[in-house]
């Protein structure tokens, strides 16, 4: 009897529960099978069915994410190049092309292209809360980047020179140093030093002080690759920024954390700086102002901001003030160290260089111990070197992803429909043989001076292809301030200094946070007897 109502009890109370899961367990088969049903009917019917790339990728975006979380995709992505041909597909809806049938298409100046969702990640999901270099809306880009586009001008570069010159010189010491200890030093970690403290320098008239000891003061080196992995990572499933970014800033981890740090740190200069200001009680001294004293970034920026409040507002001030910090320090390092790199892996390289540094200096046309942006430009091998070693290493090594505009585009014989993503990466472009020649893997500067000689179809494909900086209306606006602090500083090095690397006989390793940064570009340095 007992056993009986045991029975009836357990079937009367567990039969609705049992039901319940029964109808979930439907549920999910009839979901997966629907999502099944879908990818095929997609798969089949879409005009990119076509496209070739690894199985996985037909799948979401996971097998893009892996690969980039593994910090090689520069060199993934030139190997499915090289294997499946221009057009690949690296996720559901993502394209890697490299043909310059993209360039005038999709990244020309009067492009209809926006930036993709990727860019999300790389600002702060507040309103009003952005920088420069995320911003998709296309208008509010070209008229942000028209007000102060003047500031990064090539005429402006020469009110910057005594900035560099301040932390050159001090760079010079550091080298020397090193060299009478004969100690084994992260160059890679000492360009970004000198790369910080001039873009300080250049902003505010303030160097960070990385070049004092060495150290990563403040934690500012710490937040920036924080920034990088978080912008480059969760940028690929974008619409989990907003949620990621509360988490991790509430954590006290990853980019949010090191971006709410870098907004703090600009704040605080500028505040300063207000401060600084009002204390200064002699109006009339003010007033009288040598016009021709050097400003710096951000004496420029609040001068306009006097001048035109409703122009240049106090968050466009801490907007560039921000923009100049997370953009400015890792290119011009990592653009540094590859120029270094591959003069010592090429060493007749080295020497045709410093034949030229030598003829200038007899001529009177290269200055001793500093040398002027203007001697440097007037340099052809130099120019030639450090247009090269961008080519060998650019900075970035990410797809520029664009979104496809409605009435879709067509791309080396494929039709990318409204909504499409897709992209160039500058290292697919840059090892592109066809553009640069058999020898695309091999450092030769010499092939920018024969290309200028012989003129003509040669020339202009290489140049329109060559993207260190991106492209059209959204190349870096910084660039030039870039060119400034190495045109300046690697004729002074080398002239000054050998160098002897760690391990001639390996390449060295990188990582790639959307910028490619060595991680163990090491030597020793000596003084070069005169």
């Not at 790369?195 to 960070?208: E, H, L, T």
Request: include cysteine; aromatic fraction near 12%.
């Amino acid at each position: 009897m007992s056993g009986n109502n045991a029975d009836h009890f357990a079937v009367s109370h567990s039969s609705p529960f049992g039901t319940v899961l029964q109808y979930a367990s439907w549920t999910v088969v009839l979901f997966c099978a629907t999502q099944i049903l879908l990818f095929l009917y997609r798969s089949l019917t879409s005009p990119l069915r076509s496209v070739p790339g690894p199985f996985l990728a037909r799948f979401g975006r996971i097998y893009y994410f892996v690969k980039c979380a593994l910090g090689r995709w520069e060199h993934d992505d030139i190997a499915l190049h090289r294997k499946h041909g221009p057009v690949i597909r690296v996720g559901s809806d993502l394209y890697s092309i490299d043909s310059p049938e993209i360039v005038k298409k999709v990244y020309g100046i009067n492009s209809k292209f926006p930036k993709s969702d990727w860019y999300d990640a790389w600002r702060s999901p507040e309103p009003h809360r952005w920088t420069l270099f995320p911003v998709r809306d296309m208008k509010l880009h070209a008229e942000t980047r028209k007000r102060f586009q003047a500031l990064y001008s090539m005429s402006s570069l020469v009110s910057y020179e005594g900035y560099v010159d301040e932390c050159a010189a001090i760079f010079r010491k550091r080298l020397s140093e090193f060299a009478a200890s004969r100690e084994t030093i992260d160059m890679g970690h000492w360009f970004q030093c000198y790369a910080f403290d001039v873009i300080g320098n250049i902003s505010y008239s303030q160097r960070f002080g990385f070049l004092d000891k060495g150290e990563d003061i403040a934690g500012l080196l710490k937040a920036l690759h924080g920034v990088l992995r978080y912008g480059s990572l969760v940028g690929v499933y974008a619409r989990w920024h907003p949620i990621l970014y509360n988490l991790t800033s509430r954590l006290g981890m990853g980019g949010a954390s090191g971006r709410n740090y870098l907004m703090k740190y600009v704040g605080q200069r500028i505040e300063q700086r207000k401060q600084e200001k009002n204390s200064d009680k002699n109006v009339e001294e003010l007033g009288q102002r040598d016009e021709n004293a050097p400003m710096d970034f951000l004496e420029k920026l609040m001068v306009a901001s006097q001048t035109d409040p409703e122009k240049v507002t106090p968050y466009h001030v801490f907007m560039m003030g921000m923009s100049n910090i997370v953009a400015g320090s890792d290119t011009t390092a990592v653009s540094l160290s590859s120029i270094l790199y591959n003069l010592l892996k090429y060493p007749d390289t080295m020497r045709k260089l410093r034949a030229e540094i030598s003829e200038f200096e007899k001529q009177g046309r290269c200055g001793n111990p500093d040398v002027s942006f203007k001697e440097s430009q007037e340099m052809p091998y130099l120019q030639a070197v450090m247009k090269e070693a961008l080519r060998m290493h650019a900075a970035t090594g990410f797809p520029l992803w664009r979104d496809v505009p409605q009435g879709g585009v067509e791309i080396c014989g494929y039709y990318f429909p409204e909504g499409t993503t897709v992209g160039i990466n500058t290292w697919c472009a840059h090892y592109n043989e066809d553009v640069f020649g058999p020898d695309a893997e091999v450092f030769r500067p010499e092939r920018w001076i024969e290309a200028e000689q012989e003129g003509g179809e040669k020339l202009k494909s290489m140049d329109a292809y060559y993207m260190p900086f991106g492209l059209g209306s959204r190349t870096c606006i910084g660039r030039h301030i870039s060119f400034l602090e190495m045109s300046k500083l690697i004729p002074q090095i080398i002239r000054k200094f050998d160098f002897e690397l760690e391990h001639p006989d390996r390449p060295w390793s990188t990582e790639n946070n959307w910028f490619i940064i060595p991680t163990d570009f090491r030597l020793k340095v000596k003084v070069r007897e005169e």
